[in-house]
């Protein structure tokens, strides 16, 4: 996944989107996204022609628990349910 597209989804989802990069061997990227519940994701990327690129595969979409740091949003999730 070029950089150029992710730069181009950060921009589109600033609030929602905390962290976007390459794998350090191009084969791929990781997007952390700051949301709810997979479903406001699902409609996040369903909303975003980004995802629907050629080229552009979601391969997996997992939970993340951070255990340090804030939220974007203000505020520490960690150990929130």
Same mark, same amino acid.
């Given at each position: 996944?070029?950089?150029? &597209?992710?730069?181009? #989804?950060? %921009?589109?989802?600033?609030?929602?989107?905390?962290?976007? $990069?390459?794998?350090?061997?191009?084969?791929?990227?990781?997007?952390?996204?700051?949301? &709810?519940?997979?479903? #406001?994701? %699902?409609?996040?990327?369903?909303?975003?022609?980004?995802? $629907?690129?050629?080229?552009?595969?979601?391969?997996?979409?997992?939970?993340?628990?951070?255990?340090?740091?804030?939220?974007? %949003?203000?505020?520490?999730?960690?150990?929130?349910?």
């Amino acid at each position: 996944m070029p950089a150029r &597209p992710i730069g181009s #989804a950060c %921009r589109r989802s600033p609030r929602t989107l905390v962290l976007a $990069g390459p794998w350090a061997d191009d084969a791929g990227a990781l997007l952390v996204f700051d949301l &709810p519940s997979e479903a #406001a994701l %699902r409609e996040v990327m369903d909303d975003d022609p980004y995802y $629907g690129t050629p080229g552009v595969t979601v391969r997996r979409i997992r939970e993340w628990k951070p255990i340090a740091g804030g939220s974007p %949003r203000g505020g520490d999730r960690a150990g929130a349910p």
